[in-house]
């Protein structure tokens, strides 16, 4: 196992693979440097003398400004190191020229052809409340049904939340639109939708959002206009497990695949070794006509322009400007510092800065040009990379990606984390100690890139090979737990 990676040629910076105690010599190209400190794995140590003022380089970029001088050797972090970046900025569109490359090998899944022509890759039925009064009964429901599930329905789950009622504006049309998202998503096979009758976002409101459908996949219970609506529920549950029993798995192409890529709980090695690898695989499918989606916009910042300048168009250059400053002018809305990141965890890991966290994070995009923008909740249209609004928080962010059409979302973590989304949701560590200490929680082990000295695009083709493995039934960790988390972005005030 290498001690420590450069990552780029214009580096000033090393970043420590392993532990590497203090006063030990390595070398970098051709160049003997020894430490001065003690260097944790995942953190960063100089290669050069650092001026104060001076840019601290990683991945070839700056990632932040030096606060006092810092010798060959030493340990960069938060004690010498701050964010470089500024408020809302101009930026100028400079296409990199390049196109998307194109594989011709097919690649399958066998996944569930809905009657519209999506595909899902779950045969779930849903049950999605429009208000969080009637979350304990959606759950009671949920749980009836789950004892008499017939074979073919892979689940039944209720999505529960707080929201429905007494929001305004913009907020409520969030929770109207990821409602209806959810309810026309193709891994559920059929969906029960209870509301309650008197709030805002009542089933015959959020109609408008669902548009057609066909009335034996989607059903609806109004609880304050019934008697007794358990018995009504079980009725209504019974018949649409009977519906979505008859869909069966069959042989589809690759490139019906759409994946949301997320990372939280990130590290030093976040950058080097899980992030890199969801952007092979992420330039792997578009290769093959497939779709992925890239979110948490706040994850953006200090990397944005690389995004920006693979935009295909100056259209969607210009849709990306947007969709970087209006987070900011949301951050700035609510006197909120527009790089109070990273977390405390991150720092633990190793990642100093926001612009640290960015060039790390978007390494799951890989090198395919940028064919669409989307707003909070709305669906893919397009295939290829896609940028989508969303916050950095987990929960929040997977579920839009999921909203957006994602049947699967990839999550790279190096601190670890079990939680769900709507959609199998895989955990991918970027250090084999997290994938060996929570191997209940880790479904892939981007780790042995630098434990074991396995190439990344060999890691990159398994994890091709696992996500078809998923899309064509494979449980990931969180569904053998049987965890399905729900959570909307709530950005107004509640009344």
Not at 119 to 127: A, F, K
Request: charged share 25%; net charge negative; hydrophobic share 35%.
């Amino acid at each position: 196992m290498q001690d420590f990676i450069k990552i780029n040629k214009d580096d000033n910076v090393c970043v420590a693979l392993k532990p590497i105690a203090k006063g030990t010599t390595v070398n970098v190209a051709g160049e003997n440097i020894t430490t001065v400190e003690d260097i944790p794995q995942g953190h960063k140590f100089a290669i050069k003398p650092v001026k104060k003022g001076d840019s601290v380089i990683k991945y070839g970029f700056r990632i932040g400004i030096a606060q006092a001088d810092v010798e060959v050797g030493a340990w960069i972090h938060t004690h010498n190191l701050k964010t470089g970046l500024g408020e809302l900025l101009e930026y100028k569109y400079e296409p990199t020229g390049q196109v998307d490359k194109v594989d011709e090998e097919k690649a399958y899944f066998d996944g569930y052809v809905r009657e519209n022509g999506k595909v899902g890759v779950r045969n779930e039925v849903w049950i999605i409340p429009t208000v969080g009064c009637v979350n304990s009964i959606a759950r009671a429901i949920e749980a009836k049904a789950k004892l008499r599930k017939p074979e073919g329905v892979d689940e039944v789950v209720a999505f529960t939340h707080p929201y429905g009622c007494s929001q305004v504006t913009e907020d409520q049309e969030n929770t109207r639109t990821v409602l209806a998202d959810l309810i026309n998503h193709p891994n559920a096979g059929a969906v029960l939708v209870l509301g309650l009758g008197c709030e805002n976002s009542r089933i015959e409101v959020l109609k408008n959002y669902i548009g057609e459908y066909n009335p034996e996949r989607v059903k609806f219970l109004q609880v304050q206009d019934v008697d007794y609506e358990q018995d009504d529920a079980d009725r209504i549950l019974d018949e649409l497990m009977a519906y979505a029993s008859q869909f069966k798995r069959e042989k589809v192409d690759a490139k019906e695949l759409i994946i949301g890529m997320k990372c939280g709980g990130s590290d030093g090695l976040s950058g080097i070794t899980a992030n890199p690898t969801v952007g092979q695989f992420s330039d792997m499918l578009v290769a093959k006509g497939g779709t992925t989606i890239l979110t948490e916009v706040p994850e953006m910042f200090g990397a944005e322009t690389i995004l920006m300048n693979r935009c295909e168009n100056e259209e969607l250059f210009n849709k990306t400007v947007h969709l970087i400053n209006d987070f900011k002018e949301y951050f700035i809305k609510n006197g909120q510092e527009i790089y109070e990141n990273p977390s405390p965890g991150n720092k633990d890991g190793g990642i100093t800065t926001l612009e640290d966290k960015s060039l790390g994070c978007t390494q799951k995009s890989g090198s395919s040009l940028v064919k669409g923008v989307l707003a909070y909740g709305e669906p893919v249209d397009t295939k290829g990379l896609n940028l989508l609004s969303a916050p950095g928080n987990d929960l929040v962010a997977a579920t839009a990606l999921a909203a957006s059409g994602a049947q699967i979302v990839l999550f790279t973590t190096g601190r670890g984390t079990p939680f769900a989304s709507p959609v199998p949701t895989v955990k991918i560590a970027t250090n084999s100690r997290l994938a060996n200490k929570k191997s209940n929680w880790i479904d892939f082990n981007c780790g042995r890139i630098v434990a074991d000295d396995i190439p990344m695009e060999t890691v990159s083709k398994e994890l091709f090979q696992y996500v078809l493995d998923v899309a064509s039934g494979k449980k990931v960790k969180a569904e053998e737990e049987g965890f399905h988390d729900f959570a909307i972005f709530k950005q107004g005030v509640t009344l």
